[in-house]
């Protein structure tokens, strides 16, 4: 086996047929984050007939004392349960980090874990990769204590259902509230790139309603450059009457629809249900359109002595059988490549915070 860069254009090609691909994982993210002060970089492991067995978009900034931070994120696209692969893998791609000023790696592997029910149990005889986490662990990664990206999603499989056949496995309360979406009038629509400002205007209300943070219009914009002329993003609104009610961000990457920013006017939310209106549209496209799965993104986590939080009770209720699924993704680490400097650096954070 062999470890070397590769292009842009290598990668893509790869990651469109990897099990493990991500839309963190493409060309277009890389260019996103180096419009922002970050240096993309492109690797993979191939066997002796040149195939790739493993590869992964890298960015990497200077963020502490010149020292650099490298990211994988949605990545690496790799079997992290084949062990040999995995330490291949991450030896020589720690030492090209530690050669080129780097002092810690992150990444968030776009790689199921434990395969879980609606309910977030576990499947009897379904797949478990705790190989792949013990893989991790011997190398030296510790999870991270403050991912970005959400460990636990909810899902449903499409299967080649009909959107009929979708709405009959919703929940009851679920089907009322898109049929009075529809007979108050709420009506969907894609945005157009000049109309983004609408998007931000919902999510910057719906951000300090909720406590979190919003992204800036910037980002809603860049995303539609990049993604929007190969049809792999959408940005959706839900009115009535013209007046804009709720909107969201949608990512259409290879066999799935990730449903993944949103927000909604409070005053109207009960009234007209237009979040659900947004929801059913998009399932129906992705149907229309053979997407394998709707992918409703974060939840908070698996649900503890049956108590669900509200966003997991909304997303469950778009599945009331078993096409309905928790996804356990295998989490966010760290690897330190330079340990002093990493110390250094969680000392100085826990100074700062207190």
Request: aromatic fraction near 14%; proline fraction near 6%.
């Amino acid at each position: 086996m062999i470890f070397e860069p590769i292009t842009p254009g290598d990668f893509a090609t790869y990651a469109a047929k990897s099990p493990y691909k991500s839309f963190m994982q493409t060309p277009e993210i890389a260019e996103y984050r180096e419009s922002n002060g970050w240096t993309p970089y492109f690797f993979a492991v191939k066997d002796a007939k040149g195939k790739i067995l493993a590869a992964t978009m890298l960015v990497a900034k200077p963020t502490f004392l010149g020292k650099s931070t490298f990211i994988a994120p949605g990545g690496p696209l790799l079997d992290l349960e084949d062990t040999k692969l995995t330490q291949f893998f991450f030896k020589h791609l720690r030492h090209y980090i530690k050669s080129h000023n780097g002092y810690v790696l992150h990444i968030s592997p776009y790689y199921e874990l434990t395969e879980r029910d609606r309910d977030g149990q576990p499947l009897k005889n379904g797949f478990d990769h705790q190989k792949a986490l013990k893989n991790l662990r011997s190398l030296g990664f510790q999870p991270l204590a403050n991912p970005n990206q959400p460990q636990y999603h909810f899902a449903i499989d499409i299967d080649d259902r009909t959107p009929d056949q979708l709405l009959a496995d919703f929940k009851r309360n679920t089907r009322g509230h898109i049929r009075k979406a529809d007979k108050a009038g709420v009506t969907v629509r894609e945005l157009k790139r000049e109309e983004l400002n609408i998007l931000k205007q919902i999510t910057e209300s719906t951000a300090a309603r909720r406590d979190f943070t919003d992204k800036p219009l910037s980002y809603y914009e860049q995303m539609y450059d990049l993604f929007h002329k190969k049809g792999e993003v959408k940005f959706m609104v839900a009115e009535v009457n013209g007046k804009p009610l709720s909107a969201a961000m949608f990512m259409l990457y290879g066999s799935e629809v990730v449903y993944l920013f949103s927000g909604s006017d409070e005053r109207y939310m009960k009234e007209y249900n237009a979040q659900y209106a947004i929801q059913w549209h998009m399932i129906k496209y992705a149907a229309e359109h053979k997407f394998k799965r709707y992918n409703f993104y974060g939840i908070s986590g698996l649900p503890k002595n049956g108590d669900l939080d509200g966003i997991y009770e909304f997303k469950k209720g778009f599945a009331s059988g078993p096409h309905g699924h928790v996804i356990e993704l295998i989490g966010s680490f760290d690897l330190p490549i330079n340990k002093p400097f990493c110390h250094l650096h969680s000392l100085l954070s826990k100074l700062k915070h207190h």
